[in-house]
């Protein structure tokens, strides 16, 4: 099962996923990472890490259409399975989610349908989440369907608000338990594909 990422900016859930498929705790193969974001920290920690990259975005193709094709040309030519949305900021389009329908994973830092949709992203939702009064926060992983963090969840798991929590302190609280509830859930939906994958 091969394992593509998208990741907007430092790709923490990529780089999760990718230690635990090489120390053996899950069976797949992490082969390439695609960034919108030519400086990302992602992109040059995947080049380093040996995957394959592509910097696709839309100053390359302004055509979303384009960019789309572009993405799924890139993502068939490396032999992608399973997609892995690691803090990805941009709209998967149609062709990408047709040819991938069930195996695109997104990790949300809320406690979804709260705080989710158009322009809720990165500390915008974890500032949402603190003007809201929640006492309660997490993160959660969904299948990718059209509707941005509309898809079925597959994982979720909270965190407290606490009294005079900021920005960084509920962030770093909600993003220290991302990497393992992905783990999770990719685990489990690996596991769910394998009979239909297994060699004749
Ligand atoms: N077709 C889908 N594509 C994506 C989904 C999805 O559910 N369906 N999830 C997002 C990830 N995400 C929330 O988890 C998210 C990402 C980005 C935005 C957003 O409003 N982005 C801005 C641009 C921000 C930027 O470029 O920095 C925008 O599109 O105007 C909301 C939610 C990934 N793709
Ligand atoms: N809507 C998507 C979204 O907001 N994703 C969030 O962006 C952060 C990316 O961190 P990273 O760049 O260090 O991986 C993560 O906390 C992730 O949940």
């Known amino acids: 099962m091969n394992l593509?990422?998208?990741a907007s900016h430092g790709g923490s859930a990529a780089r999760h996923l990718t230690g635990a498929c090489r120390a053996g705790e899950l069976d797949a193969?992490?082969?390439a990472l695609i960034s919108n974001n030519s400086r990302s920290p992602a992109l040059a920690w995947a080049r380093d890490a040996?995957?394959?990259t592509a910097h696709l975005?839309?100053?390359?193709?302004?055509?979303?259409?384009?960019?789309d094709a572009?993405?799924?040309?890139?993502?068939?030519?490396v032999?992608?399975?399973?997609?892995i949305l690691s803090g990805y900021m941009r709209e998967l389009g149609p062709?990408?989610?047709?040819?991938?329908?069930?195996?695109?994973?997104n990790i949300h830092p809320s406690l979804l349908p709260r705080h989710g949709g158009r322009g809720m992203y990165g500390d915008r939702v974890h500032l949402a989440v603190l003007e809201a009064g929640d006492s309660a926060s997490g993160a959660t992983v969904h299948l990718v369907t059209s509707g941005i963090d509309e898809g079925p969840r597959l994982a979720q798991q909270e965190v407290p608000v606490r009294p005079g929590d900021t920005l960084e302190?509920?962030?770093a609280r909600v993003q220290a338990i991302e990497g393992e509830l992905m783990l999770r859930a990719v685990r489990e939906l690996v596991a769910e594909l394998r009979p239909i994958d297994a060699p004749p």
Do not use: M
């Open 29 to 31: 193969v992490p082969v």
């Open 50 to 52: 040996g995957l394959r």
């Open 4 to 6: 593509a990422f998208l």
């Open 95 to 105: 062709q990408v989610l047709d040819a991938f329908a069930g195996r695109v994973l």
């Open 169 to 171: 302190t509920l962030k």
């Open 57 to 67: 975005s839309g100053a390359k193709y302004p055509d979303p259409e384009a960019l």
């Open 70 to 77: 572009a993405i799924l040309n890139f993502l068939q030519d």
């Open 79 to 83: 032999g992608a399975d399973l997609l």
